[in-house]
């Protein structure tokens, strides 16, 4: 899996909705990105099946197989039964609806042992060549040993510099499960991201030092990280500036006072809480890691 993605997700409160998608993706591929993430509830899948046939027809890429795409289960596809039709949907870049946030009489118990079941099926069929988890806890991790007969390959969370996730890392990186780090910069312009990654005082004394910038600054530490990352922007000299992490480093100092930095989580999923459902508080939905 190649170390940088480029991610796809797109807000109704982002500047950059009225976008054009296909060509941003093709322009992507042109400057070097071969790591696309998508899920079924971005809307994007459908444009970055277009891209690929364009970058084929154009020569930027010689085969399909230079591409490694990520896409994602719904939470209202997370049942046994319906796990193989949302992939073959994914893969036909079937355009659906998906209610997000979801309504609270829709959030229901999950049967991850189930649901896993039939992510392995999936790979014995040969739909899927890996299958992963998101957003999942270190106790949600560990439960997965129990009944798992094939282990995650990835567990795509929320990692920054102000929330680093040592604890996961270190037990993914023990089990041989790839931690992928989305939301690197922030999520600046979501619903629920904000600025104090990119204003981050130490972040910014430590680009100005380095003649980087701070989003540079972050997707580097994170890489120094041993993670996956995956990072968006549309715009051609930000895809550029992004990828330009690999021909230097942070210094042990630098990565040190990264580490002090003080800790929260900010995407912490209030949507799927409810005094009438199964997760009644965000310390139940993260198992108490906020």
Not at 192 to 202: A, F, I, K, L, Q
């Amino acid at each position: 899996m190649p170390v940088l993605g480029f991610g796809t997700a797109t807000f109704s409160n982002s500047s950059e909705k009225s976008v054009d998608e296909k060509k941003a993706m093709v322009e992507a591929i042109e400057r070097g990105y071969t790591h696309f993430d998508t899920a079924s509830l971005y809307g994007s899948e459908e444009a970055v099946g277009e891209a690929i046939q364009e970058a084929l027809i154009n020569g930027s890429i010689q085969s399909r197989q230079q591409l490694f795409i990520t896409s994602k289960l719904w939470s209202s596809d997370a049942h046994a039964q319906t796990v193989l039709p949302a992939l073959k949907k994914s893969l036909h870049a079937e355009p659906g609806h998906y209610d997000f946030p979801m309504k609270k009489e829709d959030v229901v118990p999950f049967d991850c042992k189930s649901v896993w079941a039939a992510m392995e099926d999936c790979h014995r069929l040969g739909l899927a060549k890996s299958i992963g988890v998101s957003n999942f806890s270190c106790n949600k991790i560990q439960d997965m040993f129990a009944f798992a007969t094939i282990l995650p390959a990835v567990n795509q969370v929320e990692m920054n510099p102000c929330w680093q996730q040592k604890r996961l890392i270190d037990l993914c990186k023990e089990k041989g499960i790839v931690v992928t780090a989305y939301s690197p910069l922030g999520a600046v312009g979501t619903s629920w991201g904000s600025n104090r990654v990119v204003d981050n005082p130490v972040l910014n004394d430590i680009a100005k030092a380095k003649g980087k910038t701070v989003p540079q600054v972050c997707l580097r530490w994170a890489y120094q990280q041993g993670v996956g990352i995956v990072v968006k922007s549309y715009r051609p000299e930000r895809m550029v500036e992004n990828r330009s992490i690999f021909d230097w480093e942070l210094s042990e100092e630098e990565c040190k006072k990264i580490s002090e930095i003080p800790q929260s989580r900010s995407n912490r999923g209030e949507q799927f809480v409810s005094e009438d459902g199964p997760i009644k508080s965000v310390e139940d939905l993260w198992d108490g890691e906020l």
